[in-house]
């Protein structure tokens, strides 16, 4: 069988993996042995599955052969049973197994740093970034990820014009990325007083958190200012120079924190921020050159692309990548973002595995 071949090979390779993590060699250069170990891990879930699936394909067989040389008829129905319920399990682990072996992409199982910021549609825009904030605060408490503000601009009437967050779990960027692009507000505003529905936008970043050894940054390149932090209507927070923005000089990138008290601190997460934004630029020109061959997948990097629709007035939400409409906005507003970013997930994987399969 062709499958179980594949897995044969795959096996040998995890057993391979398995004897170069604990070399000595290895475990002193941290860049190959972070990406041997997250190798190993995602490989142990296939080998395992593999196993199951193996000792299903036997117990297959044998039940076959039983039926065969069996004539007692209560045995033989009981036979039949068991192949029967062997054949779906076979087929469902099949199903399985072919996603497993979708090749992933390295950024997927990183940290995330989410940036919201309004669009057109000025306070109300800024009103909506405080929901999706708060909708992605909530979805994240479900997950059991943690969130760490990096820095915030707040709107005059309320939300903010911006806001930055480290998201810290289990494969955070490889769920959130989908959520990148302009997300599209439909209701009647807080300050509108003839009650007419107005369209807002906001866009959504999400960049994978690099660490230290994906993506070299020199102190040399690195223009550093110090200002004081600001609140709401800009009234100081505190009247040390505690906030930092950080210049990247060869690229331009500029970060800037000012949540923390601590001025090492503020530069500890801004510096997080521009490592993040540098990677993502040679991310992106990865992604282009392989755009051609995956143009149809859903995680596009197109930040200018309308990806969703919040319709209020009709309680509806539209993903425009799949046609997606789902009748339970203020479920998702409040946490339940996996309603939509399940079948993104789910359209993506059908596109991956018609790719691995076609080449």
Request: aromatic share 6%; net charge negative.
């Amino acid at each position: 069988m062709d499958l179980l071949y594949k897995l044969e090979g795959v096996k040998e390779h995890f057993i391979e993996v398995g004897k170069l993590i604990v070399d000595p060699d290895i475990i002193s250069d941290m860049k190959r042995y972070v990406k041997l170990t997250k190798e190993y891990k995602d490989l142990e879930v296939i080998v395992q599955t593999y196993d199951e699936y193996k000792n299903t394909i036997e117990n297959i067989t044998s039940s076959k052969e039983m039926l065969a040389n069996e004539t007692d008829a209560e045995f033989k129905e009981m036979a039949k049973m068991e192949i029967d319920e062997l054949s779906k399990k076979q087929e469902a682990l099949e199903d399985k197994i072919k996603v497993l072996l979708i090749p992933k992409d390295e950024e997927d199982a990183k940290n995330a740093v989410m940036e919201i910021r309004a669009g057109t549609g000025g306070d109300e825009a800024s009103i909506f970034v405080g929901d999706l904030f708060r909708m992605y605060s909530k979805y994240c408490d479900k997950k059991g990820w943690k969130i760490e503000i990096v820095d915030t601009s707040h709107g005059t009437s309320g939300g903010y014009k911006e806001i930055v967050f480290n998201i810290s779990g289990a494969d955070v960027y490889g769920i959130l990325k989908y959520e990148s692009g302009v997300h599209r507000v439909q209701r009647v505003p807080q300050t509108e007083t003839q009650g007419r529905v107005h369209t807002s936008a906001v866009a959504i970043i999400v960049l994978p958190e690099a660490e230290e050894f994906d993506i070299e940054v020199k102190d040399s390149d690195l223009k550093v200012d110090s200002f004081c932090s600001s609140g709401p209507g800009g009234q100081s927070v505190n009247t040390t120079y505690s906030a930092i923005r950080i210049t990247h000089l060869p690229t331009g990138v500029v970060a800037q924190c000012q949540d923390q008290k601590s001025k090492l601190k503020n530069y500890d997460k801004a510096l997080s921020v521009l490592r993040s934004r540098i990677y993502e630029i040679e991310l992106q020109k990865k992604l282009e050159a392989d755009a051609e061959q995956r143009k149809n997948l859903v995680s596009s990097s197109d930040r200018s692309a309308k990806i969703r629709t919040y319709n209020y007035s009709q309680g509806r939400v539209t993903d425009h990548r799949i046609n997606l409409t789902l009748y339970n906005l203020s479920g998702i507003i409040d946490g339940d973002v996996d309603e939509v970013i399940q079948p993104l997930r789910a359209h993506d994987n059908a596109e991956k595995l018609k790719f691995s399969e076609a080449v």
